[in-house]
């Protein structure tokens, strides 16, 4: 799948090899550090994230989610993974999750590769409808309503970032 910035590649992977799964890790931790909401509160280090990223390639090779990666000149951009529900009145949508493009590479229109990557991946999947949370006080809901997404629901301080810092966690579905 080519896109608006030429050198950018949004892949399915299936099979995850060494230098992958590094890269992966790399970018999960930087992105945390640089104060990216993608599941850990900064600061973290590569072993609080290992067993994160491990425990979610082993639902990759289960099937349970589909990991869609975005290069740049070959090198891992960004990622994010599409989480596959089991139950079978639910196998028409997914829910995205860790959507991440390396700080390095932020600013350049790559998230918008990335993001129309999965959509065409769910799309390609038979998926009909996407569902994600965001934090509260991050703003990445604008980031979302470029496709369409809409708000359906919030959690109050379903996200404790520390002590007397909880957030809401905002829901939102698309339908392809
Ligand atoms: C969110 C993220 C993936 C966007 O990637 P990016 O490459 O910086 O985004 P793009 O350059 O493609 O931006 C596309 C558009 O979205 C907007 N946008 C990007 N990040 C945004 C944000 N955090 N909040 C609101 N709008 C945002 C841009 O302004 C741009 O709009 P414009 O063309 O009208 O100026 C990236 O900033 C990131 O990895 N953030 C850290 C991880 C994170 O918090 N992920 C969200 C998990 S819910």
Same mark, same amino acid.
Not at 109 to 124: F, P, Q, T, Y
Not at 131 to 150: D, K, N, P, S
Not at 152 to 172: K, N, Q, S, V
């Given at each position: ?48 994230? +290992?067993? /994160? =990223? ?6 990759? @090779? &289960? *099937? %349970?989610?589909?990991?869609? $990666? !975005? ?22 949508? +997914?829910? /995205? =999750? ?6 390095? @590479? &932020? *600013? %350049?229109?790559?998230?918008? $590769? !990335? ?62």
């Amino acid at each position: 799948m080519t896109s608006a910035v030429p050198s950018a590649v949004v892949t399915a992977v299936d099979t995850v090899d060494a230098r992958l799964r590094r890269e992966l890790l790399a970018c999960w931790t930087e992105v945390t550090n640089a104060g990216g909401a993608v599941g850990f509160v900064p600061p973290v280090t590569e072993d609080d994230v +290992a067993p /994160v =990223l491990d425990a979610l390639l082993d639902r990759v @090779r &289960q *099937g %349970r989610e589909r990991l869609v $990666v !975005l290069t740049e000149d070959g090198a891992l951009a960004g990622w994010a993974v599409l989480s596959l529900s089991l139950s079978p009145l639910r196998r028409h949508w +997914a829910t /995205v =999750l860790r959507v991440q493009v390396h700080p390095h @590479r &932020q *600013g %350049r229109g790559l998230g918008r $590769v !990335l993001l129309s990557g999965v959509h065409a991946v769910a799309r390609d999947s038979g998926l009909e409808m996407l569902h994600l949370t965001v934090r509260e006080g991050y703003g990445l809901e604008r980031f979302y309503a470029q496709w369409g997404y809409r708000e359906f629901g919030r959690m109050p301080g379903a996200i404790r970032l520390g002590p007397g810092d909880d957030r809401e966690e905002l829901h939102l579905y698309v339908r392809l």
